[in-house]
């Protein structure tokens, strides 16, 4: 179909309503609904454009009242248009200024109820065979407040992921430089560190500048430094930590806001962790999706994960572990942006959903959290530190380079209560 007619179809309509939302550095999505009360038929059309020009209400796009000039019509740009009555509806979307759309037509049903789905009519298109191209999965990466100007910030990815320079984290920190971290982690994610040489001591009174320190429950630590968990593989480990993508302690009533990870002995190749941005997990999901999940609250069980995984190295359960209920997403207390809280590691069950129900969803979930594109992947070396944000990240460890020793220390900090 030509732009002249969809056009046609809404000409000199009013707008009938403009949402701009998910305004964030650099980018914003603008919803525009068009009805037409003569015809029935009412049409949403969604477009990316400039956070700025969405705040000054410049380059708001001509309405559609004016039969929508051609120029308007941008590749990519895709919507549906349905009727009031809502049998019928009209998906389409502009590839090289034309206008391509397929009708589509509710489900036809087997005779007697049966909910078996019947082969498109002829003339009709099955959507699910033939998907629209409506550009990115995730278009809410690059995320930044602006120039740096005590450290240097180079991004690993778009979405999560960024290697900090000019850092020496054995010496002294002054506050407009940890304040620059802080938000190099909050765009980030999670923050690398190269060629560091740290003692434990020093690597605690670190994580403690963020926060109070949150000892593993279970875990060995270095002799003499409880809050400094000792994570180490070599040719005779039974299990390696970390190797389910998992946000760290989850199961606490209060699960750690941060971990930081200092690499002491690194195999020859191999042992890379892998870290997923929730915020992506999270925006990525349909509204209807979202909407189901809203209010949802998930056990996170330590009994589950703990119990007797550190038996090989000696190591006795305790009598009892922490088990919480948080939401299935949470708002990040920095950035106010919404993140998927649910991980395979710890999450065995929705509340207030049957079992099966609970089961399948979470399948889905944590099959959709674990999509390479939210994803960045950090090959360490000797020296490296990697820092990551708990409430907005999970992260899985690679036991890929057996029979080799990696070895490495890290602090947790605490965090505040899942809201
Ligand atoms: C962890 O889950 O804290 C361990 C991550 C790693 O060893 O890379």
Redesign the pocket.
């Known amino acids: 179909m030509k732009v002249a007619a969809l056009s046609g179809l809404f000409a000199e309509r009013a707008v009938d309503e403009r949402d701009i939302h998910r305004v964030r550095e650099g980018m914003a999505t603008e919803v525009t609904r068009i009805a037409d009360p003569d015809t029935a038929w009412s049409m949403r059309v969604t477009r990316v454009i400039p956070a700025a020009a969405a705040k000054d209400g410049v380059n708001s796009f001509p309405v559609l009242a004016e039969a929508a000039p051609p120029e308007w019509w941008r590749p990519g740009m895709s919507g549906v248009a349905r009727s009031q009555a809502g049998h019928r509806s009209l998906a389409w979307i502009v590839t090289h200024g034309v206008v391509d759309y397929r009708r589509l037509a509710p489900p036809r049903l087997a005779p007697c109820g049966r909910r078996r789905k019947l082969p498109p009519r002829k003339g009709e298109t099955d959507m699910a065979v033939q998907p629209m191209h409506t550009g990115p999965r995730y278009r809410g990466g690059v995320m930044t407040g602006g120039d740096y100007r005590r450290i240097g910030v180079r991004k690993v990815t778009p979405v999560i992921g960024a290697e900090i320079s000019g850092l020496d984290l054995a010496g002294p920190l002054d506050e407009a430089t940890q304040a620059e971290l802080e938000r190099a982690l909050a765009e980030n994610l999670v923050v690398f560190f190269r060629d560091q040489k740290i003692t434990g001591e020093q690597q605690l009174a670190f994580g403690r500048r963020f926060g109070a320190l949150q000892a593993h429950p279970l875990a060995p630590h270095e002799a003499g430094l409880d809050e400094l968990m000792v994570?180490k593989a070599d040719e005779g480990s039974a299990r390696?930590?970390?190797e389910e993508w998992?946000t760290?302690m989850s199961a606490e009533s209060q699960p750690p806001m941060g971990?930081i990870?200092y690499m002491k002995v690194c195999p020859p190749v191999g042992g890379d962790?892998l870290f997923a941005s929730m915020y992506a997990a999270w925006e990525t999901l349909s509204d209807r999706m979202k909407a189901h999940l809203e209010g949802l609250t998930a056990l996170h069980d330590g009994e589950f994960v703990y119990r007797g995984t550190y038996g090989h190295l000696g190591i006795k359960d305790r009598e009892a572990y922490a088990q919480s209920n948080h939401p299935v997403a949470r708002t990040h207390p920095v950035t106010g942006r919404r993140a998927l809280y649910v991980n395979r590691r710890f999450t065995t069950r929705i509340n207030g959903l049957p079992k099966e129900e609970s089961d399948a969803l979470l399948a889905y979930l944590f099959q959709h959290l674990e999509n390479p594109l939210f994803q960045c992947r950090f090959a360490w070396q000797e020296g490296s530190i990697a820092f990551w944000d708990n409430r907005c990240t999970q992260?899985r460890?690679m036991w890929d380079y057996w029979p080799h020793q990696r070895y490495?220390t890290?602090v947790t900090i605490f965090g505040e209560t899942p809201a």
């Open positions: 994570v390696v930590n970390g998992h760290d971990s990870l962790t992260h460890a490495a890290r």
